[in-house]
């Protein structure tokens, strides 16, 4: 189906730490996209605390997009946080907490559901464990043809994990949700953790300028990544603020952001211990090789190509992020 000249319509489907706050701030800034509404699932936090960061920013935003609250953990793993990064509460511990704000009484599955046969041609952007979405999609596989892009934030298509060497936290949380959806044939947009690495993280004096917009929403982006941007200086020895979601979510806003990219077929382990959650690329496209039918038939079969961001606009990103925080 063609989705062209259409209003934009998006939900995001986030475990609402603070990275995923500053990607949420974005969208409800923007004036291309409207956001019919935010999906909590279980990841860097508990459902409950992802949902309420939601609410907070979503009161911050002064924006009344409906919050919804989903799967409080994966598939058939415990839920494994990432408290150790963003803060026990995911925001840095600072005590923010929505005022007026409680979430809608429809669980996020159903919401995602609902959203996607009422308004086809959506895009979904999602910040967390795919959780939710493996759940919509088996409760309603029609959404598949129902979605114009689906933008991931997950995976480590060059092999460099932040949770373990193979894997990134998204995927490697519920591995088994993200294959389900990366076998879908939903339109994914796989944007990889290594795209914002390096020169991609908000640098010193990138802070500081953010700090020098002298807003309420400038102000928290960096002050809730406080837990965040120490925890990155350990995990990788690289100084500043690194923020995966709000880069996501640039792509969605500008798909122009993401320079390389090329379509092969994904998929996820979930059966190795030494590589749970590795999103394997099929570089090459060599799995439709018969050395490799019996390993990738189901990708083949079932799935549709992923498109595999590789390289990012970093000047574009940057200015969008500060245009979004002035
Ligand atoms: C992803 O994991 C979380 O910690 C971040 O919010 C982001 O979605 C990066 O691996
Ligand atoms: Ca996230």
Redesign the pocket.
Known sequence: MEFVDMQRRVLIDS?T?S??AVAIIMALRSPLIEVVAITGVAG?VGVEQGTRNALYVAELCGSDVRVYKGANRPLLRELQT?DW??GCDGLGNHGYSPVYRTAESTHAVDAIVEAALKYPGIEIVT??PLTNIALALEREPRIVGKVHRCVV?GGAPCCAG?VTPAA???IWVDPEAARKVFLSGLPIEMIG?QLSRFDAVINEHEIAAIEELQNPLAEFAIRCNSAAATAYHTQTGEFGISL??PIAMAILLDPGLSVESSMHFVDVETVSNLTRGMTVVDQLNVSGDARNHDVWREAVVRGSKIKVCWSLDIAGWKSALMKSLS
Do not use: R, T, V
Request: glycine share 6%.
């Open positions: 475990d730490a990275d995923d860097n990432a990064f963003h910040l967390g934030m932040n990134e936290f998204n953790w995966p979601d």
